[in-house]
T-cell receptor, first 114, second 118 residues
Framework: DSGVTQTPKHLITATGQRVTLRCSPR?????VYWYQQSLDQGLQFLIQ???????AKGNILERFSAQQFPDLHSELNLSSLELGDSALYFC?????????????FGPGTRLLVL | AQKVTQAQTEISVVEKEDVTLDCVYE???????LFWYKQPPSGELVFLIR??????QNEISGRYSWNFQKSTSSFNFTITASQVVDSAVYFC???????????????FGGGTRLMVKP
């Protein structure tokens, strides 16, 4: 158990809908990352937050947004969902969000868009 | 942009065989960090090892060992006396700061699926 928690574990929804994925980092970690794992794209970085502020952005679609709250938990919002958004979404956390740190991953949220 | 290549998409071995998973990376940075993660069938990503670019000593942890060679930009992972429980997808990753950004991200290879048969 990495100490990173993600809810829900599974999510099934329809195209055009909006969903929110939630992540709680390890105790003491200030930085949160979101990654998407899909069959065609592999594991891809979406976005990083550090202590409530956006720190780095990857290939995140405009339909997707995220935030980190004062209690350090983070939410990833996916809207106008398409079939291709079906994937495993991981949250990871690290202490200070620097390149030298290990990122510890949560169990993931498996999203299926029908 | 940095790149990580795991040329072996799938490897099948019989229990007790040794197996090496290859990882080749590209980076312009002089200081960088490399990682290996394991993804068992249950789906979570489990951290295995972190290695920085200025420490080329090989590392051993039980049946696992890692060979880092800066000259060939490789960071290979060997499992000795493989077991069925080692069956998983293994990812090599490179830590980088995105261009013009103070943040941090992992660039992953495509993964190698290891199947260990009894």
């Amino acid at each position: 158990d990495s100490g990173v928690t993600q809810t829900p574990k599974h999510l099934i929804t329809a195209t055009g809908q909006r969903v929110t994925l939630r992540c709680s980092p390890r105790s003491g970690d200030l930085s949160v990352y979101w990654y998407q794992q899909s069959l065609d794209q592999g594991l891809q970085f979406l976005i990083q937050y550090y202590n409530g502020e956006e720190r780095a952005k990857g290939n995140i679609l405009e339909r997707f947004s995220a935030q980190q709250f004062p209690d350090l938990h983070s939410e990833l919002n996916l809207s106008s969902l398409e079939l291709g958004d079906s994937a495993l979404y991981f949250c990871a956390s690290s202490v200070a969000g620097t390149v030298r740190e290990t990122q510890y991953f949560g169990p993931g949220t498996r999203l299926l868009v029908l | 942009a940095q790149k990580v290549t795991q040329a072996q998409t799938e490897i099948s071995v019989v229990e007790k065989e040794d197996v090496t998973l290859d990882c080749v990376y590209e980076t312009r940075d002089t200081t960088y960090y490399l990682f290996w993660y394991k993804q068992p069938p249950s789906g979570e990503l489990v951290f295995l090892i972190r290695r920085n670019s200025f420490d080329e000593q090989n590392e051993i942890s039980g049946r696992y060992s890692w060979n880092f060679q800066k000259s060939t930009s490789s960071f290979n992972f060997t499992i000795t006396a493989s077991q069925v429980v080692d069956s998983a997808v293994y990812f090599c990753a490179l830590s980088e700061a995105p261009d013009n950004n103070a943040g941090n991200m992992l660039t992953f290879g495509g993964g190698t699926r290891l199947m260990v048969k009894p």
